[in-house]
């Protein structure tokens, strides 16, 4: 089945720093999510992306769709503290689909 | 904002209880879906449904049952609860076929089974 990697599986960064963080797939999907997850809360999504090459941006955040559409890319600019937490990727194949869920990264920012 | 409540934010149940957990969103979205999330697991789907009345088994139904009887809640059954089932529950919502689907969570159930 379709399954999606994201990598690194975790970070420790300082504040202020960039952070970079990618999701790939075995398989071409038409639609990227990116979520963040707090301790004992659920997903929050943060940027979703439709098209191939597609970049958008929420705040500090941007995401990319590659252009294999086999993956997705997150940039964080100038971490915070409430950065922390485990961002997660979802790739859905076709619309109508279930998605797809990566593992997730787990970002630790360090003041 | 689409928004997606849970019943209840935290539970804790004794080992062959039966258990319902409450989900509710109020997009009006046809889609709803169930997931329990473990540390090195990740996200896994229980049970799905794509409209009233309609249910489909996700990776992981052994041990659970859902109902649809309208459109903004969907529930899900531990029909006797055991510590195995010790997750947090997520339920989300979407809507259904369009060329941008999107998927929201609610704020989980963290269950305990003793």
């Known amino acids: 089945g379709q399954q999606l990697n994201q990598s690194p599986q975790s970070m420790f960064i300082q504040e202020g720093e960039d952070v970079s963080m990618n999701c790939t797939s075995s398989?071409?999907?038409?639609?990227w999510l990116w979520y963040k997850q707090d301790p004992g809360e659920g997903p929050v999504l943060l940027i979703a992306l439709y098209k191939a090459g597609e970049l958008t941006s929420n705040g500090r955040l941007t995401a990319q769709f590659g252009i294999t559409r086999k993956d997705s890319f997150l940039n964080i600019s100038a971490s915070i503290p409430s950065d922390v937490g485990i961002y997660f990727c979802?790739?859905?194949?076709?619309?109508?689909?279930?998605?797809?869920f990566g593992p997730g990264t787990r970002l630790s920012v360090l003041p | 904002d689409v928004k997606v409540t849970q019943s209840s934010r935290y539970l804790v149940k004794r080992t062959g209880e039966k258990v319902f957990l409450e989900c509710v969103q109020d997009m009006d979205h046809e889609n709803m879906f169930w997931y329990r999330q473990d540390p090195g697991l990740g996200l896994r789907l229980i049970y799905f449904s794509y409209d009233v009345k309609m249910k489909e088994k996700g990776d992981i139904p052994e041990g659970y049952s859902v109902s649809r009887e309208k459109k903004e809640r969907f529930s899900l059954i531990l029909e006797s609860a055991s510590t195995n089932q010790t997750s947090m529950y997520l339920c989300?919502?979407?809507?259904?076929?369009?060329?941008?689907?999107?998927?929201?969570f609610g704020p989980g159930t963290r269950l305990t089974v003793l």
């Open positions: 989300a919502s979407s809507q259904s076929g369009r060329s941008t689907d999107t998927q929201y």
């Open positions: 979802a790739g859905q194949y076709n619309y109508g689909q279930n998605f797809v």
């Open positions: 398989s071409i999907f038409n639609t």
